[in-house]
């Protein structure tokens, strides 16, 4: 252990602040590398008002830190999320001294729950979680797909054969212009879909204003996002998430096709339309997150994604934790 002790402060999230937050967070995780501008829009997405962070430093020097509130996704009351950023090659003081804040704060607020992502990669963080008392509760597989890679003459047919059954596969600009409540609409269908992701606990959809805020970024981009419509009620649809840093890569986001409609191929037909508007953007690599149980994942596998280290999820009971 360095003979330098670890300090800590609360992190005010003023752009200074952000601007140190974010140099250790691509530290830490390269491949998912932001800019300032993204991290303040997803904080401001994903995170109740109540969440806080605090920085580490040695000898002045930031070398991680630690976050704690309620994630919007997943709110049941007694649950907290505590994001742990530090770079694997930092001793585990610093873990220490950041885990022990983020414990205190989440007894203090009467949490019965404390939950937190490990990715595959990081065998110090992960190892450190887990000695701490934090189990495995599911596992995201992570894959990657080269765009160039897909053997279009035997996906494009997917989109015919959703066609021929009397449905219409189209971009969510093109359905805005059609339909002056293209959002409400699409809000509905992003409900039920999104509570049907597997998860261990219910998921909390966004409340109305927040998904209509969302879908509004401008990396949310509605002339590369996929939906299926039957007349002018959207029954499935593919979302993407544009990058700061690399206009050649894209995030994928929700896969939902309504309940009625499931396992005629829309999700087949919507991964190939997609797929098809982002070679067309020029995009060479596509990136997503999916349970290995869920049909996503099999499909994906098929058109060639590749299996990239996945992310954990963990849970820690606080009437265990010491
Ligand atoms: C996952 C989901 C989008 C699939 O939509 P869908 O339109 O029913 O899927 P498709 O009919 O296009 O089928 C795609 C593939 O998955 C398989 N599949 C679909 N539903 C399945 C099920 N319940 N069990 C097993 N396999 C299934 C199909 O057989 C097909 O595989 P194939 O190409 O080898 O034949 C839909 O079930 C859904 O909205 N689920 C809730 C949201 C979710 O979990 N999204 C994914 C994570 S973001």
Redesign the pocket.
Known sequence: MSAEPITLEPIAKTDDDYAVVVAIHNATHPRFAVTENEYKRDDEHHHHSGHRRWLAKRGGRPVGYAGLGKMTWSDRPGKLYMEMVVPEGEADDVREALYQVVLDEARQAGADTLAAFSEGDHPVDDAFKRSKGFVQTHQDEDSELEVGTVDWARWEP?IAA?EAQGLEVATLAEYRLRCPEATERMYALYV???????SPEPLTPDTFENYAKYVGRPDYPAHLVAV?LDGLTPV?M?TQRLRELDATVVD????????A???????????VKSLQLLRDAGVTLVR????AN??????NQ?IGFKQMPPWMHLALDLGSAE
Request: with cysteine; net charge positive; aromatic share 8%.
């Open positions: 997917c959703v039920e879909t999104f509570q049907d992701v597997p299926v499935g593919l994928v986001g929700l896969a939902g096709v309504l309940r409609y499931r396992g005629r191929g829309v999700a087949r037909a919507l991964k997503t997150g999916n349970n869920n049909p996503m994942f099999r499909l098929a």
